[in-house]
């Protein structure tokens, strides 16, 4: 299984009651039959739009990190296209953090510094 983002603006108009039936039956969607497991949701915030979109001038942004199974991206980006209350929608895969990789290699440079610092100074 592999790691996802899925960023959705949702419309303004939806009350908080149906923004959160929306947002339970993608969660749904994901978890269908066990086969993804959601790791993380946002709490939507309402922002302005850089441009109008569908006559949306803001949105609520939430986004959803989840674990699933790459073949099943398309039935989850299918049916958020189904869906009346989202305005937009993205997924993401997220690589592994690259940080945890620097730092690791960092700290390898380092130490070879340091050992050819002790040879020169050995010399």
Known sequence: MSLYKLTL???IELD????E???KKIKDTINNKDEGEIKNVSDGKVRKLAYEIDKNKEGIFTTIDFEILPSKVKEIKDFLKTQE???RAMI???EKPLKASNKKKKKEVTQLESSNLNRQSDS
């Open 21 to 23: 039936e929306l947002l």
């Open 92 to 94: 993401t895969k997220v």
């Open 16 to 19: 908080k009651e149906k923004r």
């Open 85 to 87: 209350g989202v305005i």
């Open 9 to 11: 603006i949702l419309k």
